[in-house]
T-cell receptor, first 112, second 115 residues
């Protein structure tokens, strides 16, 4: 099925750095979601965005729903080692009955 | 939000056999979804399981390979049939409702390895 274009695919972080990732789509979504997945676990919802232009924070995480409804970004400020994992964006269209379309994921790793 | 329990959490199976994965929700939900996550990949929807009707499968997935049951509003099963090593993946269930109340929650997944 369709996937959202998520970038970067992977990145190395050093503790204390800010991190940015984004998702784009050729079509409109009514809701944008950001998940984190740790090894051996299912995705855990970090932030949900319901309105175009909405900017929402959850601790050190900030996400925005693009005005065009075709994109979203997630920022992590002052990263810590436990931020390591895979982050997925997902889009939802109301008529899809809560079926989600996922981005390819951004793998955060710690700089050696 | 809904709490989802999946069983088994992991299994190693012989090729040619079948495995049934269970998904139990702590509250009644309209729709349940089954996703597959192949190694190093994102999540792909297999099918939508609605209570009282046949599951709706996405392109590339067929009922003979992935039969689904939805006997009530809190439970569903996904069977991976006649398994091959290519079926080695994490299988995840998710729940939703028409009002969106239970949307966006995932179980912890079933990690399947076929040898």
């Amino acid at each position: 099925g369709q996937q959202l274009n998520q970038s970067p695919q992977s990145m190395f972080i050093q503790e204390g750095e800010d991190v940015s990732m984004n998702c784009t789509s050729s079509s409109i979504f009514n809701t944008w979601l950001w998940y984190k997945q740790d090894p051996g676990e299912g995705p855990v919802l970090l932030i949900a965005l319901y309105k175009a232009g909405e900017l929402t924070s959850n601790g050190r995480l900030t996400a925005q729903f693009g005005i065009t409804r075709k994109d979203s970004f997630l920022n992590i400020s002052a990263s810590i080692p436990s931020d390591v994992g895979i982050y997925f964006c997902a889009g939802h269209r109301d008529y899809a009955g809560n079926m989600l379309t996922f981005g390819g994921g951004t793998r955060l790793m710690v700089k050696p | 939000s809904a709490v989802i329990s999946q069983k088994p959490s992991r299994d190693i199976c012989q090729r040619g056999t079948s495995l049934t994965i269970q998904c139990q929700v702590d509250s009644q939900v309209t729709m349940m979804f089954w996703y597959r996550q192949q190694p190093g990949q994102s999540l792909t929807l297999i099918a939508t399981a609605n209570q009282g009707s046949e599951a709706t499968y996405e392109s590339g997935f067929v009922i003979d390979k992935f039969p689904i049951s939805r006997p009530n509003l809190t439970f569903s099963t996904l069977t991976v049939s006649n398994m091959s090593p290519e079926d080695s993946s994490i299988y995840l269930c998710s729940v939703g409702s028409r009002t969106g109340t239970y949307g966006y929650t995932f179980g912890s997944g079933t990690r399947l390895t076929v040898v």
